[in-house]
């Protein structure tokens, strides 16, 4: 298929709303969704900070509670790993293995640098992965602060960035996955194959890989559609070769949309609304939510003057509050009570204010 880029010609109020519409941001799902279902709907959800994971949750669902999301975790039914870009993220269990297979070994040689950086050699960095294999086959999951102690007592560096990239190398192997959180909130690495009840493929080759890059393109786009091959590559960290092949690969299913791609059938919004026309009720996303992630450039929603309010660098991806899927303003939290704090930087009405603030109320009602 042909390599599509930016349409020029495209409506950016349409593919806003046809791009909130596949996000589950158009309308409100009836009470009782299930996390699993969301993440698994996502494909994959950013999660080096778990509350912001809840929070994109909270925003896609009814009546769901940040415990919730933690259930999901303690009875392995959703787990988290260093999967996309090289960045933690939340899946549903039955998706960790192919994706792993998939992205792994793209981060192998990043990984390999990042911990040469941190002063840790390679015989150091395999010494680490068996201690944290056998200390999670011994003592069952352990928070990263407890695996460090373990790794500090063998003698093994874990300052500055060392743990984390220890970690994520002990993930890319296939021998941790992220699982159950702690009552004090904090998260703890598993046994993979006890975790998820087999060994997960740490590559995938021929034929499997091409299946996989294709599934990686359906359910990217089920999420994400109208997007274009740069924006697959872009949110994967695969090369732009892998995404145009999994496009390639279905491309019957695919609608060509000037230089947008859809899938054919995603004719409506998951949730029954018009994909194209629906306007998108005012929501409260946190940090580093998927819909300011899954693409190449976020412009379609936050304004160029006001890109840095939300991305001012560093990686970071700021909370904000939109209208019509477009960003109005960012927010933040109240010292004492964690009540959310709108700071706006466009104007809103009274009325979508008002939603502003009981979307406000329903983030303290999901976190309590």
């Known amino acids: 298929m042909p390599e599509p880029a930016v349409d020029a010609d495209a409506d950016p109020a349409a593919v806003r709303r046809r791009r909130a519409a596949a996000q589950r941001l158009t309308a409100t799902p009836a009470p009782g969704a299930d996390p699993v279902a969301v993440v698994r709907h996502l494909l994959a959800v950013q999660a080096q900070d778990l509350r912001a994971a809840r929070l994109a949750l909270r925003a896609r669902t009814s009546g769901l509670t940040a415990a919730d999301v933690d259930g999901a975790l303690a009875d392995r039914s959703l787990v988290a790993g260093w999967l996309l870009r090289g960045t933690l993220h ?12 998939l992205l792994a070994p793209t981060r192998a040689a990043t990984s390999a640098r990042r911990l040469s950086q941190e002063r840790v050699t ?16 011994d003592e069952g999951p352990l928070t990263r602060t407890e695996l460090a102690q373990r790794l500090g007592a063998a003698g093994l560096r874990t300052e500055g960035q060392a743990m984390p990239h220890l970690l994520m190398l002990a993930v890319l192997r296939g021998i941790a996955v992220l699982g159950p959180v702690r009552a004090d909130g904090s998260a ?7 975790w998820l009840g087999a060994a997960p493929p740490t590559a995938l080759e ?6 996989a890059l294709a599934t990686l393109a359906r359910r990217y786009l089920t999420a994400h559609g109208p997007a274009t091959a740069a924006d697959l590559a872009a949110w994967s960290g695969l090369p732009r070769r892998d995404a145009r092949a999994g496009l390639d690969a279905i491309a019957a299913e695919l609608t060509l949309e000037g230089e947008l791609v859809s899938l054919t059938a995603a004719a409506a919004a998951p949730d029954g609304s018009a994909a194209d026309g629906a306007r ?3 929501r409260l996303l946190g940090a580093f939510d998927p819909y300011l992630l899954g693409w190449r450039s976020r412009a379609f929603a936050v304004a160029p003057e006001h890109a840095d309010r939300v991305h001012p660098g560093g990686g970071m991806v700021r909370a904000v509050a939109t209208v019509d899927g477009a960003a109005v303003g960012t927010w933040t939290r109240k010292r004492r009570t964690g009540e959310p704090l709108v700071e706006l930087f466009a104007a809103v009405t009274a009325g979508d204010m008002d939603a502003l603030r009981a979307d406000a109320e329903d983030v303290l009602r999901f976190e309590r």
């Open 90 to 101: 939340l899946v549903a269990a039955e998706d960790f293995g192919w994706l792993l297979g």
């Open 122 to 137: 390679p015989d150091a960095a395999d010494r680490a992965v068996a201690l944290i294999e056998r200390a999670v086959a």
């Open 188 to 194: 703890a690495f598993a046994l993979a194959h006890d």
């Open 206 to 211: 021929g034929d499997e890989r091409a299946r």
């Open 280 to 282: 998108v009720p005012p």
